[in-house]
């Protein structure tokens, strides 16, 4: 009975160790198959993941075009105006510390916006540019430029001699605007541009100057000259000091070009360097072209045609009868015989004030021409001046010599 009950004993701890080690499995078993779940479960979703397409990126949109801006339209101006100077400047602000943008040459036209505010105009360049310029600069173009009148006493602008004092003798002088007052006459500047025997543009304008006592005397012989039928032709009058010190550095000697020792007559206002045109603009045949500086232009030259000389002749004889003297060596050359009142003069013919006028009516125009182009024309016979010029003194040596 005794063993019967340890032997059961024996059989139910056995059976319960077997219990225990079953559980123990059965929940490894367990934890196994929830591992391989979890794993399958990874694989599947890994799967699944790069089975997926790659997503196409977003298009970028377009940017919107900007918009152009309407440009500033240009503005349309009033009327022209017309430059008095040359180089003159032209200012960003109406203001003359500003920007100069631009100069003018003597009578370029621009466009007239607005003005004169505080004395400036607004003007209208090219291209379409905006600028400012002082309103005493302008004047409406197609208007006639003319020289203010200088009066005055002034001294000679000669310079003064090593060892020598200076001359303070004043002057009285009153020079007068040749075009404005004796319009009938014809004026060429030969030395306002380059077409000259130096090449170069001497006179920044054209503008022709003579004392005015001389001017009386020139315009008394033009008087006899039309009731010929002929024009007096002005190629040369004031003619500033500087430019007489350019000409002797051109060519040193004084038998034609005045030595800038002494200056020149057209220095002081009072000489003229001039030919006669008939009423169609033909020059008369002369010795030779105005302002060739060798012995053909001589009166004491023999091979003076027939024609070349009756024409010299007559106009010599008026010029004489209205106080003129004459230069043997250039037959162009006249010197009011009144020259020693006046000093050496030095106005440039760029700065010296000017002023605007309606243009005139042209009085008997005679068309401008070129004898080079043109040719000459004779006179046959040659005119007898009217009235009969008295006889003038023969002058001396020395005044020939002054009177370049």
């Known amino acids: ?37 979890n794993v399958s479960e990874s694989m599947t979703t890994v799967s699944n993941t790069s089975a997926q397409p790659t997503p196409q990126p977003t298009a970028t949109p377009a940017p919107s075009p900007t918009p152009v801006p309407t440009p500033t339209p240009i503005p349309v101006p009033t009327w022209n105006l017309q430059s008095l100077y040359p180089a003159q400047p032209i200012y960003e602000s109406p203001d003359a510390a500003s920007l100069v943008i631009t100069e003018l040459n003597y009578l370029q036209e621009v466009g007239y916006l607005r ?17 400012y310029c002082p309103q005493d600069r302008l004047s409406k173009a197609g208007f006639a430029v003319f020289a203010k009148t200088i009066e005055g006493e002034y001294k000679s602008a000669l310079p003064t001699p090593e060892g ?17 007052y004796a319009p009938e006459i014809q004026i060429s500047q030969a030395f306002a541009s380059d077409d000259n025997f130096l090449g170069e543009t001497m006179y920044a304008r054209p503008i022709c100057l003579l004392q005015e006592a001389t001017l009386i005397k020139l315009k008394r012989a033009q008087e006899i000259f039309a009731a010929d039928g002929y024009t007096i032709k002005i190629y040369d009058a004031y003619r500033p000091y500087d430019v007489t010190v350019r000409f002797g550095e051109f060519m040193d000697n004084p038998i034609y070009l005045a030595s800038p020792l002494t200056g020149s007559h057209h220095n002081r206002g009072v000489a003229v360097d001039m030919t006669l045109v008939d009423q169609n603009g033909l020059e008369l045949e002369m010795p030779s072209l105005i302002h060739t500086l060798n012995f053909t232009s001589s009166r004491l030259n023999e091979e003076i045609t027939p024609e070349a ?31 020693l009142s006046y000093p050496n003069l030095n106005f440039n013919l760029g700065e010296i004030e000017v002023e605007a006028e ?17 040719g ?18 023969v002058p001396t040596a020395s005044e020939l010599d002054q009177s370049i």
């Not at 059989?11 to 591992?35: Q, R, T, W």
């Not at 009756?310 to 006249?334: I, Q, T």
Request: aromatic share 10%; glycine share 6%.
């Open 358 to 374: 309606p243009a005139p009516a042209p009085v008997n125009p005679v068309p401008l021409t070129d004898p080079r182009v043109d």
């Open 376 to 393: 000459f024309v004779s006179i046959e016979p040659t005119p007898v001046p009217t009235p009969t010029p008295e006889p003038t003194p």
């Open 115 to 131: 003005g004169p505010d505080d004395g400036w105009f607004q003007i209208l360049l090219d291209g379409g540019v905006v600028g």
């Open 309 to 339: 000389r009756r024409n010299l002749d007559y106009m010599s004889a008026v010029m004489e009868s209205c106080g003129f003297l004459l230069y043997k060596h250039e037959w162009w050359h006249y010197t009011d015989s009144n020259r």
């Open 1 to 37: 009975m005794l063993n019967y009950k340890l032997r059961s004993k024996k059989y139910l701890v056995l059976l319960l160790f077997l219990l225990v080690i079953a559980s123990v499995l059965n929940l490894v078993a367990c934890k196994n198959e929830a591992g391989t779940e």
């Open 164 to 180: 020598e004092e200076p001359n303070e003798t004043l002057y009285k002088i009153k020079l007068v605007d040749v075009r404005k």
